[in-house]
C-alpha cells in the first residue's frame, strides 16, 4: 500500500467493519467489507500469531495483502461506491505466491461488485 493511501488503523474503525459489514472467505484470506463514505477504498490487514507463529511469516504475509490490493487498484476503481475492506491472512496464503492471492482477491471483489449491482447492501 503506498504511503498515501488511506488505511484503518484504529481498532475501533476494523470493529465496524467487523460488526456492520459483509464477510467474504476465500482460499488465502478472509475479507470483511463494508461501505464508506470517505470517496476511497481503505484497507487494513490482520495476520494473527494463531495464523503464523513467527514474526517474519506474519509480515510477509501482510506485504503479499498489501502489494495485491495495490495491484488490483483498476479492479477497485470500477467498484461504485468504496469501501473499507479488513482482509485477515489464512494460514495457507504462505504457501502460494502473489499471482494466486491476486485471483483470490479478484473473486472477492467481483463478488462485491455482484451485490452492489444487484443493490444488496453490504452495510445499509
Avoid: C
Wanted: no cysteine; glycine share 6%; proline share 2%.
Amino acid at each position: 500500500m503506498l504511503s498515501g493511501r488511506p488505511k484503518l488503523r484504529k481498532s475501533s474503525e476494523f470493529r465496524s467493519v467487523y460488526e456492520g459489514g459483509k464477510r467474504l472467505d476465500g482460499r488465502f484470506m478472509t475479507a470483511f467489507v463494508r461501505r464508506n463514505d470517505s470517496g476511497h477504498h481503505r484497507l487494513g490487514i490482520t495476520a494473527s500469531k494463531r495464523v503464523a507463529r513467527r514474526a517474519v511469516d506474519r509480515n510477509r504475509m501482510k506485504r503479499v495483502l498489501r502489494e495485491m490490493f495495490r495491484l488490483s487498484e483498476m479492479t477497485l476503481q470500477a467498484l461504485e461506491p468504496h469501501y473499507d475492506w479488513v482482509l485477515n491472512a489464512k494460514r495457507s496464503l504462505l504457501k502460494v505466491k502473489l499471482a494466486d492471492s491476486l485471483e483470490d482477491f479478484q473473486k472477492i471483489a467481483a463478488t462485491i461488485a455482484r451485490d452492489g449491482r444487484d443493490r444488496r447492501s453490504l452495510n445499509e
